[in-house]
Structure formats: structure tokens, C-alpha cells
């Protein structure tokens, strides 16, 4: 079998990776049942342990059997509405906005995984046991915020001491939490189990821990094998794809413990030292909202590993937004002003394929002479690409470049909220869900044959040949359960990548015939 040139081993190994890219996060990233997700507290059966360790130890906090507690204060904003139970928790917490509804109409809950928000553990199990047998008093049953901030003050009255927690309420999701012991009592508080509304296999679901130097830890759901804690957090965040609980003070690092819970999802909790002061925020990973809370707040919103391309991509696309008024103009305008960035190099890569394509007939010809001297033919391909100004890279270039702007594009439309309920044409009534009527995954493969049609290739392997082949096939399969806002920017670069391969192609076939007459 003949050996592949450069130029195919590269072009071939950038299309498989992508292909194996996007087969792992369909396949191979786990998907987990909501009813796992959701346990119930009696589940959580963290081990007990020596919780005096000091902050560098793998601590954590005691288990808990116990049930859900009747609701004691129920918080109402226009956005939300929140419920406090007997034991001083958030056991629910709904989201009022239309865009938020589940298929069934009803209003997403934020909140009844275990443990829920703001549940105190102790490290005295006898304290621990008596503290979720003992309710919590309250000094008012109703707060309405849409006015401005209020503030509840919920009382527990131990046999030694008094927990008295003093929690105020914004308009927007926040809240600021004041814990008060009357005696000395080591215990852990958490901001809730993430919530567990968006299951998917495409997105991060478990906890996010922002440093102090800023740099980020994520822990998956399943990745965490031993307890871990940490001591220099100023942001713990418990999120899926879509909301986060989370705790978050910037003026005094939280002491983080982690730990899994009995189906391995990941579960935070913060140890004080002494009284407690905090934020937090319960909600939507909206960036306008957590930038308004705290710019900070906005690294909750994570894009693996293309981070570095996908915020400041976000900021642009939002920025179009702004002044279009429609998510799927933009995201239409956001791939048009990529591939006019892009075009010089795409241009160059165009004409290489073109020249090398020009070259197959001599290439074969080179590849018959030297077949049982490799050494040789690189030699000899390398002068005929020299002498005819080809570069055997060239085709390959544009490619290298579009997989990691994709990678930050499929990130940023995947995790984006903005684009849930987000309308774009006629069928398109929500870009953050697939295609209903899958005319978009059809036109991208359409489009995508189209432009494999129109580009030249100098494939002599077979089975290189039907690989691509049949590629336009596989990405349709793939892209039918795609939300259509991703669906859409490939094939609106697809379309731009056809009109600008028969620019190329009849540019090409002018300037041949030029030189045919010179």
C-alpha cells in the first residue's frame, strides 16, 4: 500500500479527531437517570470522620437521615420563588420565568436534591441528631422582594446553644446569609446539591471551585474518589448546564470540603471558623445576571478546554445580540465575520488544494519511479511542490484553525442560557434544543457534501476516499440532537465554505487558462 503524503496523514487525522470528538461527548460522556440525581438525603451516607482535621485534610461533614420538612417561609420575587422548610432549608426554589417551564407547563425547581440549601451538619452526632429532630422558628412566613431586599431571621434552639441564621433576599437571585452559634459547635453548611433540571451526556454537571489567584477547579459528577477540601475558595459553585447554587465571598476565603454522595455525584460543603458570613445565588448561569451581582460570578459560566476563545466569543455574540435582537441573526453574523477573518488563510488553503490537485497526475507519476525508496520520493515531491509554489500544508491549515473556533462555539452554544426559548425562523422556536423537524442537520450534511463535491482532492488510498465519502453522512447523524443554534453556525459555514470553493475553483481555472495562452 502506498504511504500517505503529509497532507493526507494530517487532513485525515484532523477530520477523525474531530469525528472522535464529537462521537466521546455523544457516547462516552455519562449520562446520568434524574432520578439518581436527585437522591434523597438518606442516600447521602458520607463517612463520618475526624472533622477537627485542619483545612488541608479530607474531612467531611456528617450524614443526615432525614426527610424533607414543611415549608416555614415561602420568599416570592418576580423571578423566583423560594421555600424555607422546618429545618432552615431551601427545599424549593422556582423559576417564574415563561422561557424556564418544563414541556409540561409546570415552573422549574431549582432545589430537592439532597442536601438541600443551607442545611447545617455538626460534628458532634449528638448534636448532628438533635438538630435535624429540632425545627426552626421563624420571624416572619412570607417575604416579597420585588421591591426591594428583605430579610428573615430563622431560630433553632438546641438543648446547649442557638443557631440563628439571618438571610436576606435580592430580587435577582442573590442572597446574603449571616449564621450566628450562641456556643461554640464545629459544623459544615452548603449551598445545595447542584440542581438537576438539564441532565445531559454534552455538559459539566457537578461543582466549580474559583481560587483565590482565580484559577478554577472543576470536580465532576463521578470524579471525586476521595474527600478533598480546600481552604483558599472565594466561589463554590454546585451547577449542570443550565443553574447553579452556589456560596461565594471575596473578602474572606471559604474552607471547601468535598465529598460524592452514594451515586458519586459531587456534594460541597464549607466549614466556618466561628460565625458565618457569606453570599450566595440560586438560578439561571445568565451572564448579564451574574455579572450584575458580581463580574466575578461570571466564571461559574465554564467552556472547557477553549476557554480562552469561547469567553471572549460569547462577549461578541452577545454584543451582536444587542443590536440585532434575534440569537440566530447573530449567531448567522458571529460566522460570517469568522470566516471573513479567516478568509486569507482559507483563500491560501483553497489554492493550495487546487495546485496539489494539478500536481496528482505528476505525483503518481513520482510515487511509481521511487516506490521502494521513500527517502527519494520525499525528496523529489518536495522540489515539484517547490518549483510549482504548492504547499503541501495548505489545504490542511483552515481546517486546524476552524476545529478549535468549533470547539469554542460548540461550548459557548451548549452551555449559553440566553439561547433556551431563544425563536430564530418560522420552525426554530428554541436554538438551545435540537431541531424538531431536523431541517437544519439535513441542510448541513446537504451543504457539506456540496462542499466535498467542490473541493479537490488528491486521495489515492480507498479507504481514505470513502471515509470522506461518507463523512457528510455521519456529521447529519450526528448533528440531528444538536441544539439547532450549533447546527445552524455549521451550516452557515458550510454555505460560506461552498460560495467560497467555487470562487476559488473558477478563479483557479482563470488563471490556468491565462498561462495555457501566455
Request: zero cysteines; a negative charge.
Given at each position: 500500500?502506498?504511504?500517505?503524503?503529509?497532507?493526507?496523514?494530517?487532513?485525515?487525522?484532523?477530520?477523525?479527531?474531530?469525528?472522535?470528538?464529537?462521537?466521546?461527548?455523544?457516547?462516552?460522556?455519562?449520562?446520568?437517570?434524574?432520578?439518581?440525581?436527585?437522591?434523597?438525603?438518606?442516600?447521602?451516607?458520607?463517612?463520618?470522620?475526624?472533622?477537627?482535621?485542619?483545612?488541608?485534610?479530607?474531612?467531611?461533614?456528617?450524614?443526615?437521615?432525614?426527610?424533607?420538612?414543611?415549608?416555614?417561609?415561602?420568599?416570592?420575587?418576580?423571578?423566583?420563588?423560594?421555600?424555607?422548610?422546618?429545618?432552615?432549608?431551601?427545599?424549593?426554589?422556582?423559576?417564574?420565568?415563561?422561557?424556564?417551564?418544563?414541556?409540561?407547563?409546570?415552573?422549574?425547581?431549582?432545589?430537592?436534591?439532597?442536601?438541600?440549601?443551607?442545611?447545617?451538619?455538626?460534628?458532634?452526632?449528638?448534636?448532628?441528631?438533635?438538630?435535624?429532630?429540632?425545627?426552626?422558628?421563624?420571624?416572619?412566613?412570607?417575604?416579597?422582594?420585588?421591591?426591594?431586599?428583605?430579610?428573615?431571621?430563622?431560630?433553632?434552639?438546641?438543648?446547649?446553644?442557638?443557631?440563628?441564621?439571618?438571610?436576606?433576599?435580592?430580587?435577582?437571585?442573590?442572597?446574603?446569609?449571616d449564621v450566628k452559634l450562641s456556643a461554640n459547635a464545629e459544623y459544615f453548611i452548603t449551598p445545595g446539591f447542584r440542581p438537576s433540571v438539564a441532565i445531559d451526556s454534552y455538559t459539566v454537571h457537578g461543582a466549580l471551585l474559583r481560587h483565590a489567584d482565580s484559577k478554577l477547579s472543576i470536580i465532576e459528577d463521578g470524579d471525586l474518589d476521595t474527600n478533598e477540601a480546600y481552604s483558599d475558595i472565594n466561589i463554590a459553585a454546585a451547577s449542570d448546564r443550565y443553574y447553579a447554587?452556589?456560596?461565594?465571598?471575596?473578602?474572606?476565603?471559604?474552607?471547601?470540603?468535598?465529598?460524592?454522595?452514594?451515586?458519586?455525584?459531587?456534594?460541597?460543603?464549607?466549614?466556618?471558623?466561628?460565625?458565618?458570613?457569606?453570599?450566595?445565588?440560586?438560578?439561571?448561569?445568565?451572564?448579564?445576571?451574574?455579572?450584575?451581582?458580581?463580574?466575578?460570578?461570571?466564571?461559574?459560566?465554564?467552556?472547557?478546554?477553549?476557554?480562552?476563545i469561547a469567553k471572549p466569543m460569547f462577549k461578541f455574540l452577545n454584543f451582536l445580540h444587542d443590536h440585532i435582537g434575534n440569537w440566530g441573526w447573530a449567531i448567522v453574523v458571529l460566522t460570517l465575520v469568522i470566516r471573513i477573518i479567516l478568509f486569507p488563510l482559507t483563500y491560501k488553503g483553497m489554492l493550495s488544494m487546487n495546485k496539489l490537485k494539478e500536481l496528482s497526475p505528476k505525483m503518481k507519476e513520482l510515487q511509481a519511479k521511487y516506490k521502494g525508496d521513500p527517502q527519494k520520493l520525499n525528496m523529489h515531491m518536495m522540489e515539484l511542490y517547490k518549483k510549482h509554489g504548492a504547499n503541501p500544508m495548505g489545504g490542511c491549515l483552515p481546517i486546524l484553525m476552524q476545529i478549535p473556533i468549533f470547539f469554542a462555539i460548540y461550548r459557548v452554544l451548549l452551555n449559553a442560557i440566553e439561547l433556551k426559548g431563544a425563536e430564530w425562523i418560522l420552525w426554530i422556536k428554541d436554538l438551545s434544543v435540537m431541531d424538531p423537524y431536523f431541517i437544519l442537520p439535513v441542510l448541513m450534511g446537504v451543504t457539506m457534501f456540496l462542499q466535498q463535491k467542490l473541493t479537490p482532492t488528491t486521495f489515492t488510498d480507498p479507504m481514505q476516499e470513502k471515509i470522506m465519502k461518507y463523512l457528510p453522512l455521519i456529521f447529519t447523524f450526528f448533528f440531528v440532537t444538536f441544539p439547532a443554534g450549533l447546527t445552524l453556525y455549521w451550516f452557515i459555514n458550510n454555505v460560506c465554505s461552498v460560495i467560497q470553493q467555487i470562487f476559488v475553483n473558477k478563479l483557479f481555472e482563470k488563471h490556468k487558462k491565462a498561462e495555457v495562452k501566455a
Open positions: 500500500m502506498e504511504k500517505l503524503s503529509t497532507q493526507k496523514r494530517v487532513l485525515l487525522a484532523t477530520l477523525l479527531s474531530f469525528v472522535f470528538f464529537v462521537i466521546y461527548d455523544y457516547f462516552f460522556i455519562p449520562k446520568q437517570v434524574l432520578s439518581e440525581q436527585n437522591q434523597t438525603i438518606t442516600q447521602n451516607q458520607a463517612p463520618q470522620s475526624n472533622v477537627s482535621q485542619p483545612a488541608a485534610s479530607s474531612s467531611v461533614a456528617p450524614s443526615a437521615v432525614v426527610s424533607q420538612g414543611q415549608t416555614l417561609v415561602v420568599v416570592k420575587s418576580k423571578g423566583y420563588e423560594a421555600h424555607i422548610d422546618t429545618l432552615g432549608r431551601v427545599s424549593k426554589f422556582y423559576l417564574n420565568d415563561e422561557k424556564f417551564k418544563l414541556e409540561d407547563g409546570s415552573r422549574t425547581n431549582l432545589a430537592g436534591g439532597a442536601p438541600l440549601g443551607l442545611e447545617i451538619r455538626f460534628s458532634d452526632t449528638v448534636i448532628n441528631d438533635e438538630a435535624f429532630k429540632t425545627n426552626y422558628t421563624a420571624d416572619v412566613s412570607e417575604l416579597n422582594v420585588e421591591s426591594g431586599s428583605k430579610t428573615v431571621t430563622l431560630t433553632q434552639k438546641l438543648s446547649n446553644f442557638d443557631v440563628v441564621k439571618k438571610i436576606t433576599f435580592f430580587e435577582n437571585g442573590k442572597y446574603d446569609l447554587t452556589l456560596f461565594y465571598n471575596f473578602d474572606k476565603n471559604l474552607n471547601v470540603y468535598m465529598s460524592a454522595d452514594a451515586a458519586k455525584n459531587s456534594v460541597i460543603f464549607v466549614k466556618p471558623d466561628g460565625d458565618f458570613k457569606a453570599s450566595g445565588y440560586i438560578g439561571a448561569k445568565d451572564n448579564a445576571a451574574l455579572k450584575a451581582i458580581d463580574e466575578r460570578l461570571v466564571d461559574v459560566i465554564e467552556y472547557g478546554w477553549f476557554s480562552f
